[in-house]
């Protein structure tokens, strides 16, 4: 497995950009749900001795989307998320720095799709390195506003749930004593 390191200000964002097979599915989604089921490439990535949780690791895959240049799927410790910003930042910056995908001074645009959908990148160049990334990221939308939400040692919640490239709960800290 030929791995290149990567951070995005200290988040660990590893890449795989050899040596493992795109795992089977007609979509990123699809594959994504493959590695989190079989758990085979995540548990040798992921835990000791070659990982830990301080580690998030890509697998380079190819596009399904042809507005893409490169697809890829998020491995983190506790799941494998639809989309990640810091991940994406690895993700472009290995791409670029790698030469696998052609870089252009000062500034490189290209599309990536993720198992969330497809995110916009800009990359700013500098002596054939990435210096700054900016990402755009898959739509986000509200869910659900006001949902009622049972938890255990602390009763019902009043959230709001949202999507930004993986699903969040919103909760006003002083209904749990914060």
């Known amino acids: 497995i030929h791995v ?41 990535v992921l835990n000791e001795p070659r990982g830990g949780v301080f580690r998030h690791v890509n697998l380079l895959v190819p596009p399904k989307n042809p507005n893409a240049a490169m697809g890829f799927l998020i ?42 959908g497809l995110v916009s990148i800009s990359a700013f160049c500098e002596g054939g ?17 006001d949902a009622k939400l049972v938890v255990d040692g602390i009763g019902e919640l009043t959230v709001d749930t949202a999507y930004g490239g993986d699903s969040f709960v919103l909760v006003d800290a002083k209904q749990v004593g914060v």
Do not use: Y
């Not at 040596?19 to 590695?35: A, C, D, K, N």
């Not at 990640?84 to 599309?111: H, R, W, Y």
């Open 75 to 116: 491995m983190e410790p506790a799941d494998t998320p639809p989309m990640s910003g810091s991940n994406s930042i690895c993700v472009s910056t290995v791409l670029l720095d790698t030469g696998m995908i052609a870089m252009q001074e000062p500034k490189t645009e290209f599309t990536l799709e993720a198992p969330g």
């Open 129 to 145: 390195k990435a210096k700054r990334i900016s990402v755009t990221n898959v739509p986000s939308f509200v869910d659900k506003l």
């Open 4 to 44: 290149v390191s990567c951070h995005a200000e200290g988040e660990v964002g590893d890449v795989i950009v050899g040596g493992v097979l795109p795992p089977p599915g007609e979509t990123l989604w699809e594959q994504r749900t493959f590695l989190e089921k079989d758990e085979t490439l995540r548990n040798f």
